[in-house]
């Protein structure tokens, strides 16, 4: 498979059930299935309700979704421009090393460039090695320099509470 059979289609609100299946699988595959809370209501809040905090697109191939991103808009003030933020990539087990999540990160690269954003960038866990190549190999450089911090649940609210 090439990647002129991948179709980029943006998700609608009838998605949201399986914009939910992805997260799951993805979930699954980062061996955290038990860490997803979100219901089919926060998504559709989130990403279709009055005001949208992220989007989400899918790659298709032969009428069928097999992968997705979900994306956000983040704001850089060294660069003095917003960048998008990939908060999950993903694409079914049986369908990858076929170009896939290559033709989903050159859509959000060319969404980037087209809105005028200065950055397309994401996390990855340092186990996953298969990805960690795929993304070398496109030109993306880690940032082992940048130790990432997470603020949740009781953590958050003792903060907020101060």
């Known amino acids: 498979m090439r990647d002129s059979t991948v179709s980029i289609r943006a998700a609608t609100e009838a998605d949201v059930p399986l914009i939910l299946d992805f997260v799951r699988a993805l979930a699954e595959y980062e061996h ?14 989130w990403l279709f309700g009055e005001k949208p905090v992220a989007e989400v697109v899918f790659a298709r191939v032969d009428g069928r979704d ?23 990539l993903f694409v079914l087990p049986d369908d990858r ?4 999540g290559r033709a989903l990160l050159a859509h959000l690269a060319r969404l980037a460039i087209e809105r005028g954003y200065g950055r397309l960038e994401w996390s990855v866990l340092d186990w996953n090695e298969p ?15 940048w130790t990432a911090y997470r603020l949740e649940g009781d953590a958050l609210r003792r903060l907020a509470e101060r």
């Open 131 to 145: 990805a960690i190549g795929f993304y070398r190999r496109l030109g993306a450089r880690a940032m082992d320099e």
């Open 32 to 45: 955290e299935t038990d860490a997803v809370v979100a219901t089919e209501e926060d998504l559709r809040r």
């Open 66 to 88: 097999i992968g997705f991103a979900l994306f956000f808009p983040n704001f850089s003030t060294w660069v003095g421009k917003p960048g998008l933020y990939l908060e999950d």
């Open 97 to 100: 090393r076929q170009g896939i």
